[in-house]
């Protein structure tokens, strides 16, 4: 049985070798829609160019953008510096302004040493002025001749200004010497877009996250540059909704922002599950039926990956012994709704729920007998040989019609409960691709002696017992 490694999302990602979902043809058009980006500006007096792709968390926007930002880097006809922002690893600094532009020019490996002190002033006195802190607290944090330079320019044009007015036009000339440096920047590079993609913002605090996006359009707003913001759209209403209040229309503040706004293609579920496990015999056929689990569950790409971790797990300890591809979807099922639903599994294996409704909608043909409260072997036994070496038992219990068949060789039973034709008996042998309701199979009937005094319920919680999720779920 092989697994694929799975890279993590630091290392550097190729749509050649780890485009798993199919996606680089959306890079494609991104790529296209970045260098053309002058022709699809919503306001003509914007300089930047802003890209917003929209994907719930958990669906793959940080390894996209891996892959997205290399491919732009190889790419022979786009001439641009790509700059990967993770703004979530940022979100413990005291404003969003410092940590994005320090990122941001670091990209730029063209300045002097001079160059370097202005942009550092720059970058302080617009961080300081922007909190409104007043101007001698700001001459403890920035060379004093920078600041006293801005303000006496502006004195000297503006006489009647207060000092309220004096730090305001210091703090505007301060961003006009700021969108000076990226100009300058990316023409020392030799480039001919600066692209800067901005990972991770709904999962920021609320105001780190609406401070990035107001000074990505205020500060930041300069020609040539494009900024591509991957995030949750939903999450990020609820995070302006707790600044504004419930009553702001977050959703019309936040497009305000953008000038192309886009959703990342849906992934293929059932390709992404054949590259994550590979080739393990007996589930090819199941795919499908493990894609539309998936869908049912509403399980996201990092949902799953997390499932398939501990689903390849129980493929190795003890389920490549079954060869029924039905035993492989029962306790993918299984594992699927331990990780999402844990609480209502285990009350319903436990007889604490009757009939849930996710389980119920995942098992609807063994819902019965997982219901049964006795044993499997607490009933009257009727023996019947055969000519084939197998001891066939037919079991009768009130309405219930159960067949056991045992193999004399391997000493193999099991039972079947037919609750949907009581009348009938089918007495039968079992093979190795054989299931009784599709939940016992040729593994469970060799050790049928450890699994006889338990309830079907009983039985599959051992089942999974040792299979469990160390991160919290939604339950």
């Known amino acids: 049985m092989h697994q694929q490694e799975v890279p993590a999302v630091e290392q550097e990602l190729y749509f050649e070798r780890d485009d798993k979902l199919g996606r680089k043809r959306y890079a494609e058009f991104l790529k296209k829609l970045i260098l053309n980006s002058d022709d699809f500006k919503r306001d003509d007096e914007r300089r930047a160019f802003s890209i917003a792709i929209d994907s719930p968390w958990g669906t793959g926007k940080s390894y996209f953008l891996n892959m997205f930002r ?42 002097d040493e001079d160059q370097k002190v202005e942009l550092e002033n720059a970058v302080k006195a617009i961080a300081i002025l922007a909190r409104g802190v007043a101007a001698k607290k700001v001459e403890k944090h920035i060379s004093e001749d920078v600041l006293c330079e801005a303000i006496e320019a502006i004195t000297k044009e503006n006489p009647n200004k207060n000092i309220a007015s004096k730090e305001y036009f210091a703090y505007k000339e301060m961003i006009e010497r700021l969108r000076e440096c990226i100009a300058q920047g990316l023409a020392r590079s030799g480039k001919k877009q600066l692209v800067v993609i901005i990972d991770e913002l709904d999962r920021c605090r609320p105001d780190f ?53 886009g959703k990342l293609i849906e992934p293929d579920m059932a390709e992404f599950i054949r590259q994550e496990i590979g080739a393990i015999p007996h589930i090819e056929g199941r795919i499908d039926d493990f894609a539309q689990t998936a869908r049912k569950l509403d399980l996201s790409l990092r949902d799953l990956k997390m499932i398939l971790r501990v689903f390849i797990q129980m493929e190795k300890y003890f389920l490549h012994e079954y060869k029924s591809g039905i035993a492989h979807s029962l306790y993918f099922k299984l594992v699927c709704v331990k990780y999402k639903f844990p ?59 159960m067949d056991m068949v045992v193999d004399a060789a391997h000493k193999i039973s099991c039972v079947l409960i037919n609750p949907y034709r009581p009348n009938q008996r089918t007495p039968k042998d079992i093979s190795k691709t054989s299931n ?12 049928w002696d450890q699994i006889k005094d338990l309830t079907p319920a009983q039985y599959l919680m051992q089942q999974l017992e040792m299979f469990d999720f160390f991160q919290p779920n939604n339950q």
Request: proline share 4%; net charge negative; with cysteine.
């Open 70 to 111: 290399n491919y732009l880097c190889t790419e022979k006809d786009c001439d641009m510096a790509v700059v990967l922002y993770n703004a979530w690893e940022n979100d413990n600094w005291n404003n969003a302004f410092e940590p994005l532009a320090q990122t941001l020019f670091e990209a730029f490996q063209v300045f």
């Open 209 to 261: 996250a609406v401070q990035t996006m107001e000074f990505v359009k205020h500060l930041f707003d300069a020609e040539n540059v494009v900024f591509l913001f991957a995030l949750d759209m939903s999450q990020l209403c609820h995070s302006v909704k707790s600044i504004y209040g419930e009553g702001m229309d977050a959703e019309g503040y936040l497009i305000r922002f953008f000038d192309y706004y």
């Open 343 to 401: 609480s209502q599994l285990k009350d319903f294996l436990k007889g604490k729920a009757n009939n849930p409704p996710l389980v119920g909608m995942l098992f609807p043909p063994t819902m019965e007998v997982l219901a049964l409260s006795e044993p499997l072997e607490s009933t009257n036994k009727k023996m019947v040989c055969s000519n084939k070496g197998t001891v066939t038992w037919t079991i009768e219990k009130a309405n219930w019609k």
């Open 436 to 447: 009784i309701n599709g939940l016992l199979f040729y593994p469970d009937l060799k050790k």
